[in-house]
Structure formats: structure tokens, C-alpha cells
């Protein structure tokens, strides 16, 4: 029987989270048992505000263009159900928003928390007795789901982070004889240091920046690193640190902690690179300059990677193949080849194992000094930033479609 | 009679800067009366301490590789020589170097300290009786050297502005709903708001970022600031704010001032961005993200503006056809044509009107609240990011030819 299909996107977005959309919008169209693609205005809220954006009424280019267009075209949220128990409210809502659509297919495009909910939500079927084919797809630039050889969004920030630190040192080293000694690159990565390691890539011989790499699951050592610091200036005459927005000190506090905390109760971060600037003024009375890539990292759509958007892509078809087939409460998961040269392929995997659950950067990947990475780190980053896809330009900036984004009637009474 | 040519980067690099520089080394090799091209190691701390590195050891294909490379390849400085008088050990050293190795061609690739510079020495001939020909190049991100309708390097960094822009801002678009409601990028431009100015290109229609632009042509005003940001989150459920580093309050302090200065007495500046987030956590209570570009901006020959690109490489060549042709004291720079079509070419102008005179955005290019830019500005500015002219990529970042950066044995004893 043919049912609707509801797709959302969650949590903090990524430059080829659009490209998955677009991929899984046209694969869609080609399963006679799904009907129409709604979009959540706004990710899972759209659901509950009954919010539902009818992609039918976008043309086929516009959705086409989705590949080249960074953030959520829909809208996300950062918003968390919590158990069947506690969030009741909010399960039946939805039940009752997808009984009204008739809605059987419900994909959910996002990180560690939303492959929660999607757990969650797959559960429905036999605990609240409604028939739904839950698929969470993944995306996170932060790399960190578990079973996945990677996540979709990634491989882009760390081609854009490596890509900058490059770029960026070939300016300090040539500063460097008169002018800035020191060049600090924060870079995203709450708890684990994947962006952070990224940089690394940047290197092609011995005495490249970055010359050192601060990640959140090694605790900073002042002395370490203004010693590191120091000895990179002596022997390379600069020095370049790439630093995780998430690095804590000793007690356990974020270098640069702030009082905000984001609707999953996470601290804002931010400003740990001024931290250490401050640190190697007054300490080293080295000149240096310092970088916040925010948002940039993570929106760079202008120099994804191809093989990060082929991924993203291929998760979101993979994820309809799934629910037409029947399957409830998996995510398509990258898995690597393991053969001497890059292959990739996607596979199903169980919710269950992958709900919060985050993986950091394994021992092995880190150098001994705690400061770098190592050889298996580079192997395993370095094919995820191959390849370019380059979006077109126009009057110089890379070209935005503007979609129709219209949603359907409401047949429900207002939520809350 | 054959003369050489000593060539030198000054001050802060741009991501084209090589590009004026390659062009310059393949258009010298085409004159008779040039002999060999000497590059400063460490700009015009290479003549004095005798260390020029012969550009007739590189390959054509390394000299045509500097087109994609960022930084200054030769290395750059930030050191000032002062007038004849205050300076006399080191005119006297430089003409000592420039007889020791037959230099009767002088470039300076900079800004306006660097104009300044090649106008002394310009008056070398006349004043200690030494014939040179000395020809400033223009070059910074800033935009800010006085005749020149733009300044190579700028056309660039405008295009990575408004590209960061554009993508953030639907970065964050996406996640206001329940998340960020203001974005924060701080650029640079320390005098001059060309650098911030250029965002606006980001935008293609009414309400889109950046809603608010500071720049240091205006004073700081902390409640008009407040109301505008609260305003365009009413309006648009989001503001993206650009901000440049030299942005000074009531009482002419720049907002982030630290107690650093450079060798040009120049104050190092930074942290303007998280100095606005601070405020609007604390008087507005509205989540913000902030980001700070710093040498990202300058060095991101990754998307290079192809004009820009074109006008580096043009200024090298005609400076030294300038040279070679007998001129001194002269600077070629960019003139814009009269057509509705945008068109340019290069002429020569006296560094005499150059030297020291900083030009910053007219009032005509300011709105009337004086936190955006007109029409006018944007029209000035559009041209100017036009085209792309990507690097070579291998292994996922752009590709850096290394060169050989052979020094000529020195003849003198050492300097200092």
C-alpha cells in the first residue's frame, strides 16, 4: 500500500546535508510504494506543528541543486525527545500527524542525538501500535557515530580545515622573519578531536604546519604545549596550532567555557583560541594571530569533498532502498573497503547500537606526545577529503536555487 | 646596458601576491636590458642582509606554479625604512647591495608603507647618486592605496568574505528556529571597511545577509547596534553581523584593543567579534555564533577572484615594462573604465601621490544609518569578485609546488 514519506533534518547542519535530501527526494520518486516526500519545516518540529513541506512542488532542478547548497534547506532543530515515557505528548502528536498524512516513512537526517529519537520513534511500531518505517540517515561534521567508517559532512570540514591551515601557514611562514610567530586555528569538535586531526592532512613533508593539534580527548598541559610552542618556533621559525573548541584543563573545565547551554544542555563553546593567544603573549611574548572557523567549517560548500557528497548522497538513496524494503529502526552506515585502496559502500545497521553512542579518536590515532596525530590517523582521514565539487558561480558567489518550499494544509488543531 | 632586478614582497600577503611576482619574473626575462631577477629573502631584509635568491634556478613551470600558490613565496617583513636622513646606514647599505650585484631594477610589492619605501628609494638616484629604476607594485587586502580604483589581493579576499558569508548565513538560517539567532564574522581592515563592505555581495535579495555591517569608517554605537540586531531577528528570524577589526568607540578606542603593537607601531587587533557576542548575550540574551577569519581571508588563494588574479599578474608585468623603459618613482595601477560593462587597464602613477595616503570607503558607499552600504558601494565591489580560477587539488588540498629558493653567493661583509 502506498504511504507518504515525512524526511527531517536535525541538529546543526553541514555543507552535503542538503545534497543527501536532494538524493533521497529523487530516489524516492522511484518506489511505487512511497506517495509524496514531506520535509518537517524545521526538522522534527515541522512534524509536531504539522508543518510539512511539500517537495512535489519543487521542480526537479531545484531539488538537483540541493547537491551544491550548504546548511537545511528545510530548517532544523535542535529540539530532543526524550523517552516514549516522558515525551509521551510529543510521540502521540506525531502519531497523530503522520495518521493524518498517512505517513509510513519517516527518515531522519541527523547526528547522535537524533539517531536517538529515530530509535525512539522506530519503537512506536509495536509500543504505541502504529506501522512506520523509521530510518535515521547520518550527518554530523563531527564524525563521531558510532559503526560508520564515517559521517557524511565531514570529509567537506575536514577538506575545508585542511585546506585553510595549508593556506593560511604559507602566510605566517612568510610573515614570520619580522611579523606573527604564531598562527591558532580553532576549530570544531566538542568531545572528539576528528576536525582537529583533519589539519594534518595539510602536511606533504616533514616540518609542515600544523605543527601542533589540541584534541578534547587529550586533557591540556600548559607547559606541553607553551614548550611545543617554543621548540617549533626555534626549529620551523613559526609554529601553527589547530585547537578543538572542546579541549579541557586538568579539573576537567573547557579551556573556554561560556555560560550558554544549547537545548540538549550542551555548553557553548567557543574562544578557546583566544585563550591560548593570551597564553603565548603574556607567557612567550610571541607575536601570533588567531582564527575562529565556526560555522565557515561546516557550510564551506564551495570546496566539499567529493567523496564526503558522493556518501552523503548515497546514505540518503540508501535509506528509502531500506524503508520500501520494509526494514525500521537502522541507519545506512559507511562501510570501508579493506583493500589497499579507498573503496567504500553503504550497509544497514541497528539503531540500537548506534543511539548514543560517540566515537572519539581512537588511542592509535594519536601521537604519543598527545600533541599530533599519527600515520593511521592520516591513512584513515586522507580519502575522505579527496575530490572536488565545485558549485557554479554567478556574479562571483557560488549559486543559491531559491525553492518554493510550500507547505501543505493543515487538517489538524494547532500543537501547544 | 643590462642591469638586474632585485624584487621584493612587503608587509602583509595576499593570496595572489605571487601571482604579480611570477608574472613579473616571466615578463623581465623578455627584456634585454633586464639581467637577472633577485628576490629578498624576507623582502627588503633581504637586500640589506645580502640574501637574494635567483630566480633564474627555478623552472619556467615552478615560476608559472606561483599563480596558485598564497603567501609570499620569498618570504615577507614588516620593516620600515624612515626618510634619507633617519635611515642613511641602511640607503647606503641597500646601494652597497645594488652595486655588488649590478641591481639598477627595483620592485616593491606592497601596500602603502611599501609605496612609501619605493618612493625614497625612488629619490636615491638624485640624493646619493645612485641610478635605479623603482617601481612600486601595488598589493593589499586592505584596498586602501590612494589612485588605484582596487588593490590586488582585495578582489580575493572579497570574494572569500562573501562566499563565507553566504554560506553561514544559510547555515545559520537553518538553525534559528531553535538554536543561533546571530552569526558574528569579524574581518579585517584596520582603517578602511573595503574588507567588510565586500559581504554585502552575499547578498541577492531583500533580507538576505548580512543584515548589519560595522565598519571603522563609523563610530561604534552600542544601542543603535542593539536595536538593529534585535530588529532583523524580528524580521527575519536571524541576523548575520560583519564586523571589521579597526571598528573604534566614542572614545576612538578600537573595541578589541590588546597592548601588542608591530614594527610599523601599528596596535595588533582581534576579538572584536566575541567583544559584540558578549554584548548580545548579555543585553539580549539571543544565542550567537561568532567567527573570525583572520589569515584566512587573505590567504585563500583556493577562491581567488579571477579578476583579482588577472590584475596581479597584469600589475607585475607592466611594472616591469615601466622599468624597463626608464621610469622611476611610479606605481602601475588599475583604472576602471567609463562603460557601463565593466572594464579596466593599467597606467602609471607617481608614487609622490601615493606614498602615506590611505583611502578609505566614501561616504556615498555608507547607508545613511551607517551600518550597511549602498548601492554605489555594492556596484564598485561587484566586478571585483568576478571569476574563478581554481588551484590544482592533489590528495584533497590545492597543490604547492615547492621551489628551489637558491641564494647567489654573497660579496659583502655582513650586515649589522
Known sequence: MKKNAFYAQSGGVTSVINATAGALILEAKRH????????????????????????????????????FRPGGVFGSCRFKLKDLE???????????????HNIGYFFYNGGNDSADTAFKVSQISKKLNYPI???????TVDNDLALTDCCPGFGSAAKYIATSILEASLDVQSMSETSTKVFILEV???????????????RSEKGDAPHIILLPEITFNQNNFLLAVKESVKKNRYCVVVVSEGVKNSRGKFLAESDL?????????????????????????????????????????????????????????????????????????????????????VEPASLSKIANVEKKL????????????????IEYLSPLI???????????IPEIKKLKLIEIQKKLPLWR
Open 133 to 139: 518505517h523509521c530510518i535515521a540517515i547520518p550527518k
Open 32 to 67: 511505487k510504494n512511497i506517495g509524496k516526500i514531506y520535509a518537517g519545516k524545521n526538522g522534527i518540529l515541522g512534524a509536531l506543528r504539522e508543518e510539512l513541506i511539500d517537495t512535489s512542488k519543487e521542480s526537479k532542478s531545484s531539488i538537483e541543486s540541493l547537491k
Open 188 to 202: 570544531m569538535g566538542r568531545h572528539a578531536g576528528w576536525m582537529a586531526a583533519s589539519s594534518a592532512l595539510a
Open 86 to 100: 516522558s515525551s509521551n505528548k510529543e510521540y502521540k502528536r506525531l502519531i497523530e500527524v503522520f495518521k493524518a
Open 261 to 345: 547551554k544549547d537545548a540538549f544542555g550542551h555548553s557553548q563553546l567557543g574562544g578557546v583560541a583566544p585563550y591560548l593567544s593570551n597564553l603565548i603573549n603574556t607567557k612567550l611574548k610571541l607575536k601570533n594571530h588567531w582564527a575562529v572557523s565556526d560555522y565557515l567549517q561546516r557550510s564551506a560548500r564551495h570546496i566539499a569533498s567529493e567523496t564526503d557528497l558522493k556518501q552523503a548522497e548515497s546514505v540518503g538513496v540508501h535509506a528509502v532502498r531500506y524503508a520500501a524494503n520494509g526494514m525500521n529502526g537502522v541507519m545506512p552506515i559507511i562501510v570501508r573497503g579493506k583493500g589497499k585502496k579507498y573503496s567504500w559502500k
Open 362 to 377: 581512537p588511542n592509535s590515532y594519536i601521537s604519543k606526545n598527545g600533541m599530533d596525530v599519527t600515520s593511521r590517523a
Open 386 to 396: 579527496e575530490g572536488e565539487s565545485f558549485p557554479n558561480f554567478k556574479k562571483g
